[in-house]
């Protein structure tokens, strides 16, 4: 099969086109303008339902909709697009429209590791063991996600420029630094590089007999958005990727793609679950994530059924976040309440093999912030979530619960503030969620 990409320029020429009505295809050109569209025909021809495109998981992933600009952007849009304004026009619009929609949260560009007065601006190490390299042939994907915590590097005017070549560098900041024993290559999603690029990355740390380097992982949707990555009998070079993986496995390494998938229609067809299998073969392991997204993946059912199909083609289900506060954050970010109910749910009914699985998780400023539940204390009948640090910079800090003001609406941790039981809430929207314990 050929490998076809659909943009915001071309996407009218994808033959399930005729499905949908010319308002929509309307709806897709404005808030295209805006939010970053690539799909591809993988997508298009295995994932969507498009007789019932409306309500399909996998549209709503993939293509952009009206409701994901506000009313009043989107009229802005529709206005500057009325053929009477110029191009310098609709970009100052559309700028303005982004940066509305807090395209850097905080801490984007922290935690960059400095080699010799050297900042590597194409890594980031915040957590103590594990350093993360953003390749520069890595920064798209196969296709776009609409909810993407990302999607300022898919546009030009908002790129930071965040990614690297130079892996030696990263080799001697790893060796320099011996608590780090995993590196992970990500992006955008570093599977979309073709093999040479990634091999060429992948035997400089084989090859560095760096003695702390132990665990090599690669974030990746593309098992779900391109699996003829890994089908030789599609794909030619799908054969030296295999290879690359068994390489890595015979000398030593522990190698985990971590499989972005964010519902269960995506494992349904018989090329993925080839392709799934194919790379077990190697030696490597899947773990898998996504954010629990509204109007996506928003209830128990849908995780359960995930899970246990990821677990039975021998994957090993590992994060489920919460849609972090960006881009179209109003259409698809769910409160923590209801969040935890799903997870809830959706773990009861999914087998003891699913239980490897942490979440609901936050990737806050200081970590990875994890919900272990809501709490009715008995001292003073209030609510309270009860939380932890699974992961946190300073890595003494880490699976210390500690206990935060129930709200029902708050859709991330610094809208809430910090409780000791018997004390009444101080006012919610703290800024800085800085639990010292
Ligand atoms: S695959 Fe990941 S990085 Fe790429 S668009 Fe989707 S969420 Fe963003």
Known sequence: ???????????????????????????????????????????????IDWENYQQDPIYTLNFPKKEMLTADQYERMLKV??????????????YNIRMEMNPHPA?????????????LTGAQHKYRDIILFFPSQGQTCHAHCTFCFRWPQFTKDLDLKFSMREINKIIEYIRRNEDINEILFTG???????????????????????KNLENIRFGT????????????????EANDILQLFRKITDSGFHLSLMGHFNHPNE????????????????????????????????NSNDWARMWKTQVRLGMIPYYMFVERETGPYDYF????????????????????????????????DKGKVHILGV???????????????????????????????????????????????GTPAVASSVNDHNVEM
């Open 1 to 47: 099969m050929r490998f076809i990409t659909y943009n915001s320029r071309n996407y009218r020429d994808i033959e399930y086109m005729n499905y949908l009505p010319e308002e929509a295809k309307k709806e897709i050109d404005i808030v295209s303008s805006v939010i970053p569209f690539k799909t591809n025909n993988y997508v298009t021809d295995y994932l």
């Open 81 to 94: 697009k009325d053929g009477r304004h110029s191009e310098l026009e609709i970009k100052k619009t559309i």
């Open 107 to 119: 801490q984007q560009m922290t935690n960059v590791p400095v080699l010799d007065g050297e900042e």
């Open 188 to 210: 955008g999603d570093p599977m979309v590089m073709s093999p040479s690029e990634l091999t060429k990355y992948v035997d400089a740390l084989l090859e560095s007999g760096v």
């Open 221 to 236: 949707k593309s098992i779900s958005y391109w699996p003829f990555t890994y089908l030789p009998e599609f794909n030619p």
């Open 267 to 298: 494992l349904d067809n018989e090329v993925v679950q080839q392709a799934i299998h194919n790379i077990r073969e190697t030696g490597a392991e899947i773990r898998t994530q996504s954010p629990i997204i509204k109007h996506i993946n928003d």
């Open 333 to 364: 970010s769910i409160p923590l309440a209801e969040v935890y109910q799903i997870y809830q749910q959706a773990i009861r009914e999914s087998g003891s093999f699913a239980k490897t699985v942490t979440g609901p998780v936050m990737s806050a």
């Open 375 to 421: 709490v009715d204390s008995p001292i003073d009948g209030n609510k309270y979530f009860m939380m932890q640090y699974a992961r946190h910079r300073d890595y003494r800090k880490t699976f210390k619960p500690f206990f935060m003001h129930y709200h029902p609406k708050a859709t991330w941790v610094d809208q809430l503030s910090e409780a000791s039981i």
